[in-house]
């Protein structure tokens, strides 16, 4: 089985400063990773994703994220933030092959972002 | 290229009717998932549909139940409608390959309000 932690339901950051979104993931086999980000009443968008390769991952609207397998982690960061930034943000993890279209879903961390 | 509509976007349903939902697929997309919001359980797989056959299943009741035509466009249907079923539903395709260069994308969803 896998599932997804997001470390932080809210995370409250000022217009400028540095974005951290932290996410923990359990996976008895090699994991594809996702981060996606939801506006109010939208659907879901894809930041950036971990297949395999290079374990740093670099997404839309200057996010990025690094895979370290060691510590079972894949962290969401973004060295500036922007108020156009304020969304809620999920981490997902699926397996490959038939269960690709199964995403697991972390509980979500809303950020807020101040001027 | 058009993305994957969902119909309708908002509906009212009175508590033990049935619902059914829509969700069009990106063209050339194989697979379509579908998902649950509530803001206490967060983002629930329903089930996935791969070339007209469901391929993956989660962990709801038989209520839920979905079909995939032979165009990829896909149907969930609700039986017996509960107040618990009022959520935001949400469709996601893609091309189903279980490769690591596909990802899913996301319809703005559905939501369902039973009264």
């Known amino acids: 089985a896998q599932s997804v932690t997001q470390l932080g339901s809210h995370v409250s950051v000022s217009e400028g400063a540095l974005v951290l979104l932290r996410c923990n993931y359990s996976?008895?086999?090699?994991?594809?990773l996702f981060w996606y980000v939801q506006y109010p009443n939208q659907g879901l968008q894809l930041l950036l994703k971990?297949?395999?390769?290079?374990?740093l991952v670099k997404g839309i609207n200057g996010f990025e994220a690094e895979f370290k397998k060691s510590e079972t982690s894949f962290h969401l960061t973004k060295p500036s933030a922007h108020m156009s930034d304020a969304a809620e943000y999920f981490c997902a993890v699926t397996r490959g092959g038939t269960s690709y279209g199964k995403l697991t879903f972390g509980q979500g961390t809303i950020l807020t972002v101040h001027p | 290229k058009a993305g994957v509509t969902q119909t309708p976007r908002y509906l009212i349903k009175t508590r033990g009717q049935q619902v059914t939902l829509s969700c069009s697929p990106i063209?050339?997309?194989?697979?379509v998932s579908w998902y649950q919001q509530t803001p206490g359980q967060g983002l629930q797989f329903l089930f996935e549909y791969f070339s007209e056959t469901q391929r993956n299943k989660g962990n709801f009741p038989g209520r839920f139940s979905g079909r995939q035509f032979s165009n990829s466009r896909s149907e969930m249907n609700v039986s017996t409608l509960e107040l618990g079923d009022s959520a935001l539903y949400l469709c996601?395709?893609?091309?189903?390959?279980?490769?690591?260069?596909?990802?899913?994308?996301f319809g703005q969803g559905t939501r369902l309000t039973v009264v």
């Open positions: 996976s008895s086999v090699p994991p594809y």
């Open positions: 063209s050339g997309h194989r697979s």
């Open positions: 971990y297949t395999t390769g290079a374990t």
């Open positions: 996601a395709s893609s091309y189903g390959r279980g490769l690591g260069d596909t990802e899913a994308f």
